[in-house]
């Protein structure tokens, strides 16, 4: 019987699951959930966007987003606004308060990238990356 500490996936799983914990005790330091800090960076890279598009980058339902959104709303870090051709379709677009709050979440995620590969070259690094894509 083969031992699961050896493979491949256990270890990646276990890299995850520490990945997880450490993100989610950063976030919970900022008030937020696992999920709301992609959110604030997709929307960093394109402000305004529809509740869709974040769902299809996200990679979860319509109505996860609609959550998400409304929960961060009520936090002051994001808005909804109808668009101004089509007044059906609503647009999510960050506040100044969300745009300020992604900046400490990007110091997290070096935090959390620091540790999980502390001990490593550079050129170790590198060639992680270059086997995980």
Known sequence: MKDPNDSIGYLL??????????SNALLNQQKLHSGQDLMLYHLMEE?????SALAA????????ISNMVDRMTAEGLLERRKGTIDKRTARVFLT?????????IDK??????????????????????????
């Not at 100044?96 to 400490?104: E, L, N, Q, W």
């Not at 070096?110 to 550079?122: A, N, P, Q, R, Y």
Request: glycine content about 6%.
């Open 108 to 133: 997290a995620w070096e935090e959390v990238e620091d540790k999980t590969t502390k001990g490593l070259s550079i050129i170790e690094k590198f060639m992680l990356k270059r086997l995980l894509h």
């Open 47 to 51: 402000d305004g966007q529809t509740a």
């Open 57 to 64: 980058k996200l990679e979860v339902k319509a109505a996860t």
């Open 13 to 22: 799983m276990q890299i995850g699951k520490q990945r997880r914990t450490m």
């Open 96 to 104: 100044a308060k969300g745009r300020s709050v992604f900046s400490s």
